[in-house]
C-alpha cells in the first residue's frame, strides 16, 4: 500500500460492504456484447477513440491532463443525489500506464460535465486506486490540521472487483468489489451538489503519452437503484 501525506483535509466514511436483500431497480445496463447502446451519448470522442471488441468496450486514453472538456460516453438517467444509486464496471488496463496521473474510470455527471470519480491512475509508477482512502495520522487535538492526514493509495489489481461509484443521501462514495474472496474496498467519498436536474455516469480515460496509443477495457456496465 502506497501512503502520501496530503494538505487537504477529508473525513473517512465506513461503507457496509453489501447492503443483503435490499430491492433493486436496473436503470440501465450494458454488457457490450452486442454492440454499444444506443442511449449512449458521445461526447468528443472520435470513432476511432473506442470500439466494441470480444463483448467489450475498449477506449483509447486520451492524451493530455484530465479537463472540463476531456472526450467521454455519458448517459443520463432518472435519479437524484438524494436517492441511493450504485454506478458499478469492469475496468481493465490493456496497456501499462507510463504518464503520470493517466488514468481512466468511472464518472458520476451532471447534465455535461463530470463531479465524482472512481479510477485506476498511475501515481509515482504505481497503477492505484483514485480517489484513496484518507488516514488520520496526527496526535490527538490535531484533527483540524490538514498536514496530519495521508491519502492511502491500494494497488489497482483486477482481482479487487468492479469499480463502483455509490450515490446516496447526497454523498458520492467509491468502493471496489466484490473481489475473488467477496471482499469489497472503501475509499473516498465526498458531498454532492444536491439539486442538479440532470444526473448520470461517464466512462473516461485521460493523461496517456502523445506518442504511442494506450488503450483500456469497460465490462458490465450497470446502475441500480434501490427501492
Known amino acids: 500500500m502506497l501512503r502520501i501525506a496530503a494538505p487537504i483535509l477529508i473525513f473517512i466514511h465506513i461503507l457496509a460492504t453489501a447492503q443483503v436483500g435490499a430491492a433493486e431497480e436496473v436503470l440501465f445496463e450494458d454488457t457490450f456484447d452486442s454492440g454499444l447502446s444506443p442511449k449512449w451519448s458521445v461526447v468528443g470522442l472520435k470513432k476511432e477513440d473506442y470500439r466494441i471488441k470480444d463483448g467489450g468496450l475498449e477506449m483509447r486514453v486520451h492524451p493530455g491532463k484530465a479537463t472540463k472538456e476531456t472526450p467521454m460516453l455519458m448517459v443520463l438517467l432518472p435519479f437524484d443525489t438524494s436517492e441511493t444509486v450504485t454506478a458499478s464496471v469492469e475496468l481493465t488496463v490493456l496497456d501499462r500506464f507510463t504518464e503520470q496521473a493517466e488514468a481512466a474510470g468511472l464518472f458520476l455527471t451532471d447534465e455535461d460535465s463530470r463531479e465524482f470519480s472512481a ?59 466484490p473481489s475473488r474472496e467477496g471482499k469489497y474496498l472503501n475509499f473516498f467519498h465526498s458531498a454532492l451538489r444536491p439539486k442538479e436536474p440532470k444526473r448520470g455516469f461517464a466512462l473516461s480515460a485521460s493523461g496517456g503519452p502523445t506518442d504511442k496509443e494506450h488503450w483500456v477495457r469497460f465490462d458490465n456496465f450497470r446502475v441500480v437503484r434501490n427501492k
Open 119 to 177: 479510477e485506476k491512475m498511475n501515481v509515482n509508477g504505481h497503477l492505484v486506486f483514485s480517489p484513496p482512502d484518507v488516514e488520520f495520522i496526527g496526535k490527538e487535538g490535531t484533527e483540524g490540521d490538514p498536514q496530519q492526514y495521508a491519502l492511502k493509495f491500494w494497488p489497482a489489481n483486477d482481482e479487487c472487483g468492479a469499480i463502483k461509484i455509490i450515490v446516496r443521501g447526497n454523498y458520492g462514495h467509491f468502493q471496489v468489489g
